[in-house]
Each structure stands twice: as structure tokens, then as C-alpha cells.
């Protein structure tokens, strides 16, 4: 076992009582027409929990949450509620229940999700980004952004699995997803577009401090292609984004200094996805988002990085899972296997 790793007891597993909440937990893990694959990894998910000699109940909706608990910690997975910011709903419920949390605290939550506070954090951090704007629905002007651009991305501003991207060279073509996003309900941003590999890092928080695993390049063929909503959910017939472990050290060494600068801003938190842009042939680095409490699913760049050093997928999820037991005080190390 890799010495980062961290299991429980079987008199702990027993004794504790695990809430899974995730939007497909009582699912049977058939893929869904909207969400695709993300209904089989809750229900692959909740398998693991189970199999690792949990006592889990499942639940689908926020509801559950509203009524005294009778559960010693939540593991949450429903960030997509179907309504703005609703990444921090059940994380401000189990604040307002005190009952301890898989993830990381509700602003921090909402800082992660809101890409346009994120990247006001990163540049007050010393950290290279895109230039960029944010459009808030109900804002003054939709006008043109103010830095020089040649493509522009246009996205959701707290959007995730890529929901609601488009890639653009027009600005009318730009206002007019603008608009559309706004009468979805979601504040909008528009970044200046960078060349580079698409780079994650995958970092497991706990009590004793941040893990980074390997980093890993999201392969594309195309150097103008954005990852789509229907490629992350497996909804198209181009949906397998390749994933690959990235080798330059220089890189990862710069990718690993930016994140240390920014854990200030988001630690303590649980696990986490920096996301990144290297251009080999200018040099230039550029963080592009932060994901909390992002995909665990064992066919995602997390799972991967991890299998990577031979942390199998059960053992990532208990590692996670003892990790934030610990930091909220739920186990003691006297719990641990």
C-alpha cells in the first residue's frame, strides 16, 4: 500500500454511519439520457463505499439533509442541483446540521466553482491566466472584452462537465452565447483562448497535508479543441478524451509551485483538480480552473493518476474518505488500519 494511503478498522467501518448524496446514488447504473455516464459513477461509487464494509445509505436529493441527521458524516457528490451556486447547498446544510463533510467548506466551495473570483485569487497570487471577463446576468453592457483576442472561450461561470462551452472567433458569435447562457439562468465569463496540452493535477487533501499525484495530459488531436459537455458524459460518438501521464519535469515542478501559492486560498479541503495549459513552443504556462470536490469516477484523470503509482480505485476512496474523517475530528488515528 502506498504510504500516502490510509484505511479503517472494521470495528470503525461498523461503527460509523456514511450519507452518500449524489443526484444518481439510488440509481442501478444505467447511463441517462441528460447526465450519460455521471448516472453510472454515482452508482459505481456508492458499489465502492459499500464494498469497502461501509454502513452507507443512499439518497438522491437535498431533502434528506433538511431533517435532524442520523448520520456521522456526509459524503456529497450532488454539486449539480439544477439551480445556480447549488455546488454549496449541501455543504451549508451540513454546516447548519453540524455534521462533517466530504469536500471542503461552503465558501470555499463557492470560490472554486465562481471561475471569475477564482482567477482574481490566482493573479493576486502571482499565477498566470488567460485575461478574461465575467458577465453576471442583469450586468450593465455585454461589451466587447477589453484585452486584444484572436478566439475567445465563452462558458457558464460556475458551470462543470463542461456544460455550455463554445469556442468562438466572432464577438457577435460571443454575445450571442452570452445571452444564451444568461437565459439559462448562469452568470457567463469569457476568457481569451490559449495553445497548449491540457494539464490536471490531482491533489488529496487531509490532515496532514497536500498529496500531489502524478500529473496527467488530457490528449486531444485537434490543438483548437475544448472538451464538451457530451465527450465528459459519454453522450457522443467522439467521447473518449485519452488521458496520459505527462513526463517534463520542469513543467510539473512550475505546475506544483503555482498550486502551492494558490492552496492558501482553498485549503482545508478534501480533493481537488487544478487545471492547466503548457504551450511547448512559447513556453507559456496559464492556470485555467480549479475543481473541488470534482469527478472521483475510476475512469477520470484522478483514478488514473492514481492507478498510475498503484493506488487501486477502493483504496483512493478510503484514503479520501479517512483523510476528511480525521481532519474533522469524525475518526482518530487510533481508527486507522
Not at 38 to 48: F, G, M, P, V
Not at 146 to 171: C, H, M, Q, Y
Not at 175 to 191: L, S
Not at 269 to 297: H, Q, V
Request: hydrophobic letters at 40%.
Amino acid at each position: 500500500m502506498h504510504k500516502n494511503c490510509l484505511s479503517l478498522k472494521a470495528s470503525a467501518k461498523q461503527r460509523l454511519r456514511i450519507l452518500f448524496l449524489a443526484k444518481w446514488a439510488e440509481g442501478d447504473g444505467r447511463p441517462d439520457t441528460q447526465d450519460g455516464t455521471h448516472a453510472t459513477y454515482h452508482y459505481d461509487l456508492r458499489c465502492t463505499l459499500e464494498n469497502l464494509g461501509l454502513n452507507v445509505e443512499a439518497a438522491g436529493h437535498y431533502e434528506r439533509l433538511y431533517t435532524k441527521p442520523d448520520y456521522d458524516f456526509l459524503f456529497t457528490l450532488l454539486n449539480r442541483g439544477g439551480f445556480m451556486n447549488s455546488e454549496m447547498l449541501a455543504p451549508l446544510l451540513a454546516t447548519y446540521q453540524n455534521v462533517p463533510f466530504l469536500g471542503a467548506s461552503p465558501i470555499l466551495r463557492g470560490l472554486g466553482d465562481d471561475k471569475h473570483l477564482m482567477k482574481l485569487a490566482v493573479r493576486a497570487r502571482g499565477i498566470q491566466t488567460p485575461d478574461w471577463e465575467v458577465y453576471r446576468r442583469g450586468c450593465l453592457e455585454v461589451a466587447p472584452p477589453s484585452f486584444e483576442w484572436e478566439r475567445l472561450v465563452v462558458k457558464p461561470n460556475a458551470s462543470s462537465a463542461s456544460w455550455g462551452i463554445k469556442s468562438v472567433t466572432d464577438w457577435q458569435d460571443a454575445k450571442d452565447h452570452i445571452t444564451y447562457i444568461h437565459d439559462q439562468g448562469h452568470d457567463a465569463i469569457v476568457e481569451d483562448f490559449v495553445y497548449g496540452y491540457e494539464l490536471a493535477q490531482a491533489i488529496i487533501g487531509g490532515a496532514s497535508g497536500p498529496w500531489f499525484l502524478p500529473t496527467v495530459r488530457m490528449v486531444t488531436s485537434d490543438p483548437l479543441s475544448i472538451s464538451s459537455y457530451e465527450q465528459k458524459r459519454h453522450l457522443s460518438g467522439t467521447d473518449d478524451i485519452a488521458l496520459e501521464l505527462f513526463h517534463d519535469k520542469d513543467i510539473i515542478s512550475k505546475l506544483h509551485e503555482d498550486a502551492h501559492k494558490l492552496l492558501p486560498e482553498i485549503w482545508p479541503m478534501d480533493y481537488g483538480r487544478i487545471e492547466a495549459k503548457y504551450n511547448p513552443k512559447t513556453g507559456d504556462f496559464n492556470f485555467i480552473e480549479l475543481n473541488l470536490s470534482c469527478n472521483l469516477w475510476h475512469r477520470k484523470s484522478i483514478a488514473f493518476a492514481a492507478r498510475s503509482i498503484g493506488v487501486e480505485y477502493p483504496a483512493l476512496i478510503e484514503t479520501i474518505l479517512c483523510h476528511s474523517m480525521l481532519r474533522q475530528g469524525v475518526i482518530t488515528k487510533d481508527d486507522l488500519a
